[in-house]
């Protein structure tokens, strides 16, 4: 019991950067239409610009804002220098160009911060200890950082005009824009907020395990399954997802070798393609 | 020198199958594969289990030969495609692309920690080299004569699909799917041929290559140097275009190789960052084409209609009955 309750904790931490990740990836599935191969890496490229904040001894709270910041300035960057000029052609080249983003953006990491293992913090941090539960206390830190992104998402979605407007264009992009949205600075206010909460989700990843070139690549598997099992374009559903997929991950590992979470998000997602290819929260199909 | 450009040529052969059968997939039916690498793969290991000499380190040891490997290659990358596609191409177009993605990963896993089937990170050796000791000292050659063959074998092929009925089929469903699909062609029926046959055309690349560098181990089926540099030939080279497939093996392996001749030049405490400047340069590359000409150096030309040639071909009259539908 203890240890489920343990590999479920775990999964919910897991799920929260999963989360992050697919709010972005669905986000701009649905509005820009195409399936963003570079999320991930741009995921990486956040954890990096976190770490050169921290190694000048800022708290890694406080180095978030400046690189997520840097972070929607490469974003944004890249979607200008890119795949505006790209927009009118068949989403599918704007994949294969986002694939080769991903290289750019992590040849870049390798080049600048070099190819091996990096930390935020060496120092051991003391598990707290309840009833036989092992919890770090980072763990708590990334389900409060990923609650507060998610609220502050959700007031950002239903409150504000870009935000109505976001999900509009999501909904029903044509329709969106006869409806007279400035479809050109929705697409940069989603860039914005995709790679906010990337940033996050990579130093959250950062936090947890350790900084590495190929972090994010690894993690796009699981964030596309979390974005088509809550539907594209419903960012709730992308944080649902991320917490089905990411407990589901943890899970598994009561019965298959850990070395193969990556299939247990690929079989969820085979067999939603298969039961419901809409997604939980109806979105696209 | 000799051998280098010998060395050379085979790769720029391997890459060429590996680019043709990616082109079966993407240029004549829009089917958009990520996995390239993992049918690279798969081909490799299943070639190179099944043609090995005894062995207790691995799954194999079976010393069968060499083109015995290569149609289990063949068989190993078809079934795998098969059962993705079967799932899959039913689907939008991204999903395909989704699902690659993971089947890569997990058979990337697959080689890494199944010890018992792959010899896990540590690798497989002693994968044997054909026609060995043949003509003495001439290994190479007579191994680059058998890629050529194959490369020949496969370009013919594909060209001769591309003109058939069946290749019309399929860039209809390219083009405009929903009118493929009033016309009475069962589409999934075509996709899935093509799938499965470009994914058994990467499995022999695969083969191809095991049997050339006699050892492979996880490492050399990195996204990078299996998946994302066919891409990028076959973008460069022109989609849809098999003679611009080769053409693209041949130049994006040459900037390729060229770029290592640059980055040696750089200063010492650069050269651990050589490779991922190499990727970075491939990837701003590949960025170039897409912005400026993203039909590639040699363009897809599509057979005029028959209809309007067959003024002074009355033998092409024949084709003109579909029996693939």
């Not at chain 1, 979607?79 to 040849?107: H, N």
């Not at chain 1, 088509?228 to 899970?251: F, N, Q, S, T």
């Not at chain 2, 993407?26 to 490799?44: D, E, H, K, L, S």
């Not at chain 2, 491939?282 to 067959?310: D, F, M, N, Y």
């Amino acid at each position: 019991m203890t240890s489920l309750l343990q590999l479920l904790i775990y999964g919910l931490v897991l799920g929260s950067i999963y989360a992050l990740g697919a709010i972005g990836v669905s986000l701009t599935f649905g509005i820009l239409r195409f399936a963003n191969f570079a999320h991930g890496d741009l995921m990486t490229l956040g954890a990096y610009f976190g770490l050169s904040f921290v190694s000048l001894g800022w708290p890694i709270g406080v180095s978030l804002i400046p690189a997520a910041l840097a972070t929607v300035l490469c974003a944004v960057v890249i979607d200008q220098l890119i795949y505006r000029r790209l927009r009118r052609e068949a989403p599918v080249i704007l994949l294969i160009s986002s694939f080769g983003t991903a290289l750019i953006l992590r040849s870049l990491v390798q080049i600048i911060w070099g190819p091996n293992n990096q930390v935020y913090r060496s120092s051991l941090q003391l598990p707290w200890r309840f009833w036989g539960l092992r919890l770090k206390p980072d763990w708590a830190v990334i389900l409060l950082g990923t609650a507060l992104l998610v609220v502050a998402l959700h007031f950002f979605l239903q409150r504000t005009r870009v935000g109505k407007a976001m999900r509009a264009m999501a909904d029903n992009f044509d329709l969106a824009k006869v409806t007279g949205i400035d479809t050109e600075s929705i697409i940069l206010w989603t860039w914005a907020i995709g790679a906010i909460l990337a940033c996050a989700a990579g130093m959250f990843l950062g936090m947890d395990t350790r900084l590495h070139p190929t972090m994010g690549w690894r993690l796009l598997l699981p964030i596309f399954a979390a974005t088509i099992l809550g539907g594209i374009g419903r960012p709730y559903g992308a944080i649902a997802g991320g917490l089905v997929i990411g407990v589901a991950e943890e899970l598994s590992t009561l019965v298959i070798s850990p070395a193969y979470k990556t299939a247990v998000a690929f079989a969820i997602l085979v067999l939603m393609l298969i039961i419901r290819p809409t997604g939980l929260f109806g979105g696209r199909a | 020198m000799l051998s280098y450009g010998i060395f050379f040529l085979i790769l720029v052969g391997i890459y060429g199958v590996l680019v043709l059968g990616l082109n079966l997939q993407w240029g004549y039916a829009g089917m958009f594969n990520i996995g390239v690498g993992a049918f690279f793969a798969v081909g490799a290991y299943a070639s190179a289990i099944v043609t090995t000499p005894l062995t207790s380190d691995h799954l194999g040891g079976f010393g069968l030969p060499f083109w015995v490997g290569f149609l289990t290659a063949l068989a190993a990358a078809g079934s795998i495609a098969f059962l993705i596609g079967l799932i899959t191409l039913k689907l939008r177009s991204d999903y395909l692309a989704i699902a690659t993605i993971g089947i890569a990963e997990i058979i990337s896993q697959i080689l890494k920690n199944e010890g018992w089937l792959t010899n896990g990170v540590r690798g497989i050796t002693r994968i044997p080299r054909p026609f060995r000791g043949w003509i003495p000292g001439q290994d190479t050659l007579l191994y680059l004569g058998l890629v050529l063959l194959i490369l020949l074998v496969v370009y013919w092929g594909s060209e001769r699909a591309y003109r058939s009925p069946w290749g019309r089929v399929l860039r209809a469903i390219r083009e405009d799917e929903p009118a493929t699909l009033a016309a009475g062609k069962s589409v999934l029926k075509f996709r899935l041929q093509a799938f499965v046959l470009g994914s058994m055309v990467m499995g022999l690349a695969g083969a191809l290559y095991a049997h050339f560098v006699n050892f492979i181990s996880p490492e050399a089926f990195q996204p990078e140097f299996a998946t994302f540099i066919v891409w990028v030939m076959l973008i460069a080279g022109g989609s849809g275009n098999n003679r611009g497939s080769l053409l693209g093996a041949l130049v994006i392996w040459g900037v390729w190789s060229g770029s290592e001749l640059l980055t040696n030049r750089l200063p010492a405490q650069w050269t651990t960052r050589a490779g991922p400047l190499r990727i970075l340069l491939i990837g701003i590359l590949l960025q170039v084409i897409l912005l400026t000409r993203s039909q590639g150096l040699l363009p897809e030309r599509p057979p005029k209609p028959i209809l309007s040639a067959s003024m002074g071909q009355r033998q092409d009259l024949s084709h003109n009955q579909d029996p693939a539908g």
